[in-house]
C-alpha cells in the first residue's frame, strides 16, 4: 500500500541520514521511478525531503526533522513483543535497557493496539537455547562489544577446539553474532573471514588502530559466507545405512547435515530396508572416519555400503571392547539349606 510506502521511506531516511534511491527501491521491493515519485508524494504533503543526483547522492530529510508517527499496525505491534534470545540481551548487558525500551514503545503504540501487545507478551515465549545443552563456558563480551561499536581492530588468544595451546591473532571484527545460545566474533583474518567462538577466546585486547573491514562488506554478508562453509561442508563418501523405524525420528534429527536424501519411510511397510521394521537411509560425509559417530545409535543402525565403513565401524568397536575385557559372570548367592523338620 501507498500509505505503508510512504511511511516507510520517512522513518528510514529518518533513521539513516541520506539513502541511495536504488536501495530505498530495493528495500521496498518497488522501482527506482516509483521512489522518486513517492518523494514527490512527500514533499507535497509538507515533509521536507529531498534529492541529490551524483555519485555520493541519495535522498535525504532536511537537517533536524524529526516525526514522532510510529505507524505501527496490529501485526506489526506484536512482532515488538515476540523477542527471541533473551539470554542474548543478558550477555550484551542489555537487560535492563531492553525493558525499559518495551515499556516506551507500549506507551508510544495506538491505544487499539496495547492489549493484543500485552497479551501476546504474556502468550508467546521463544527460547533460543537446545534442549540439554549442557554447562556453558561464562562469556565476556563487554571487549568484543567496545571494538566492535568503536571500529577498534582486536588482539585475540584463541584456543582451537581439539588444541591445548592458545594462539594469537589480529582481526578486523565485523561484529557479534548468536547462534542457538552460543556467541560468535565475526572477523577478518588478513582479509579472510574468521569464525572465532567467544567462549574460547583467552583474552581479548582493544587495539588503537582503525578496522580495516573490506569496502561494502556487512556482517550479515560475511556471517552467510562462514555459516554456508560450516553447514555445506563439502561430502564426498556416500554411505547407505538401515535404521531400525521406532529410532528413526532421533537418527534424522541427530544426522541432519550428513542426510544426502530424505528417506521415504511413509508407506508403514520397510522403506526398502531389507527387512521389517528397519528403514535405509543416505548419508554423505567427508572422510571415513566421520562415520565413527553412527556407533550413539550401537545395533539400531547398521551399515550397508561401503565396505571400507563398516570395517572402519567394527575396527572401532573392537577398540572399545579392549577397554572392558570380559568379567567372569556374578554367581548366584547361596541359598540356606531348608531346615528339617
Known amino acids: 500500500m501507498k500509505s505503508d510506502r510512504l511511511l516507510s521511506i520517512l522513518l528510514l531516511l529518518q533513521t ?6 536504488h536501495e530505498l527501491a530495493e528495500r521496498l521491493e518497488v522501482s527506482v521511478r516509483t521512489i ?7 514533499s507535497a504533503s509538507g515533509v521536507p525531503v529531498y534529492a541529490e543526483r551524483g555519485r555520493h547522492g541519495g535522498i535525504e530529510l532536511l537537517a533536524g526533522f524529526r516525526t514522532d508517527v ?14 527471541a534470545a533473551q539470554g542474548a540481551h543478558a550477555a550484551l548487558g542489555l537487560d535492563a535497557a531492553l525493558g525499559s525500551a518495551l ?7 495506538p491505544a487499539p493496539h496495547r492489549p493484543a ?27 568484543l562489544q567496545d571494538a566492535v561499536f568503536a571500529d577498534r581492530r582486536l588482539r585475540l588468544r584463541y584456543r582451537h577446539s581439539g588444541q591445548r595451546q592458545a594462539r594469537t591473532y589480529t582481526v578486523d571484527p565485523y561484529g557479534l553474532v548468536s547462534k542457538a545460545g552460543v556467541w560468535y566474533l565475526i572477523a577478518d583474518r588478513r582479509t579472510t573471514p574468521r569464525l572465532f567462538r567467544v567462549d574460547r577466546v583467552q583474552s581479548a585486547t582493544v587495539l588503537g588502530d582503525d578496522v580495516r573491514r573490506r569496502p561494502g562488506v556487512e556482517l550479515a554478508d560475511v556471517w552467510e559466507v562462514l555459516r554456508r562453509q560450516v553447514e555445506e561442508r563439502p561430502g564426498g563418501l556416500d554411505v547407505t545405512v538401515r535404521v531400525r523405524r521406532d529410532r528413526l525420528d532421533m537418527f534424522l534429527r541427530l544426522n541432519a547435515s550428513q542426510l544426502a536424501e530424505l528417506p521415504d519411510s511413509a508407506d508403514g511397510g520397510d522403506g526398502g530396508g531389507g527387512g521389517e521394521g528397519w528403514v535405509t537411509v543416505r548419508l554423505s560425509y567427508g572422510v571415513v572416519r566421520e562415520a565413527r559417530q553412527l556407533l550413539q545409535f550401537a545395533d539400531s543402525v547398521e551399515v550397508l555400503d561401503p565396505p571400507e565403513v563398516r570395517a572402519e565401524l567394527a575396527a572401532a568397536a573392537a577398540s572399545v571392547m579392549s577397554l572392558y575385557p570380559s568379567l567372569p559372570e556374578p554367581q548366584a548367592p547361596d541359598r540356606p539349606s531348608p531346615r528339617k523338620p
Open 16 to 21: 539513516r541520514g541520506r539513502v541511495p534511491a
Open 36 to 42: 522518486y515519485r513517492d518523494i514527490e508524494a512527500l
Open 70 to 83: 510510529t505507524g505501527l499496525t496490529a501485526d506489526e505491534s506484536r512482532a515488538l513483543f515476540i523477542l
Open 103 to 109: 515499556r516506551k514503545v507500549m506507551a508510544a503504540l
Open 117 to 143: 501487545a500485552e497479551v501476546t507478551s504474556r502468550r508467546i515465549l521463544v527460547d533460543a537455547t537446545r534442549w540439554k545443552g549442557g554447562p556453558q563456558a561464562a562469556v565476556d563480551l563487554g571487549t
